[in-house]
Each structure stands twice: as structure tokens, then as C-alpha cells.
């Protein structure tokens, strides 16, 4: 099994940066992509930002210019760094990965408990 454990959330004010990091724990044998997603009160769970195994990211149009994806294939971590952060960026913040936990398994989906961002001032 994997297990996805988020960190860095909490209460900033609008203008303010935080960054989150998600650690994949547990029988790892490959991560393929890493995503972040959010969700806030009322609103459907969206895609923030994904990068894939060799680096390559996609963003949101929301947060394209404002927010970073990075990950550390050596400790399994995936980063997103989130600047000049806005009060619509409110939302639980959840931690995405592709992964198989040996060889010839999967690979499978896994999801972390989430970690929240609020923005206000």
C-alpha cells in the first residue's frame, strides 16, 4: 500500500505564499504522476496542477503564473509552492498519485486526507 500525507496548509492572508508537501509512504516501487487538486465549500474537486515523472507540469489556468509543482523522486515528495494566493483559493487541498507498490502491480490510484488553505484577510 501507499500512503499520501499532505503538510503546509493554513490561514494567509490574500498576497501571501504557502507551500504545501505531499510524502508518498509505504511499498513503492514506482510513482508515475503526482497531482494536486482542491475543493472548496459547495464546489466540485479540481485539478490545480499534475507533473509527471520525468518533470513535465501542467496547471490550472486559475493559478498558471502564481503556483508551482516540483516534486523529489528520491524522497518520493511532491511540492506546490502557491504565491500572490487570493481569497478564491480557499479550498481542501489533496494529494494525487499514480503509483505501483511492486513490480507487476498496478499502477494505482491513491488519494491523501487533504490539508487546508484559507486565504483571508
Known amino acids: 500500500q501507499v500512503q499520501l500525507v499532505e503538510s503546509g496548509g493554513g490561514l494567509v492572508q490574500p498576497g501571501e505564499s504557502l507551500r504545501l508537501s505531499c510524502a508518498a509512504s509505504g511499498s513503492i516501487y514506482s510513482i508515475t504522476s503526482m497531482t494536486w487538486y482542491r475543493q472548496a465549500p459547495g464546489k466540485q474537486r479540481e485539478l490545480v496542477a499534475t507533473i509527471g515523472s520525468a518533470g513535465s507540469s501542467n496547471y490550472a489556468e486559475s493559478v498558471k503564473g502564481r503556483f508551482t509543482i516540483s516534486r523529489d523522486n528520491a524522497n518520493n515528495t511532491v511540492y506546490l509552492q502557491m504565491n500572490s494566493l487570493k481569497p478564491e483559493d480557499t479550498a481542501v487541498y489533496y494529494c494525487?498519485?499514480?503509483?505501483?507498490?511492486?513490480?507487476?502491480?498496478?499502477?494505482?490510484?491513491?488519494w491523501g486526507q487533504g490539508t487546508q488553505v484559507t486565504v483571508s484577510s
Open positions: 494525487h498519485g499514480v503509483a505501483s507498490p511492486a513490480y507487476g502491480l498496478g499502477p494505482y490510484a491513491y
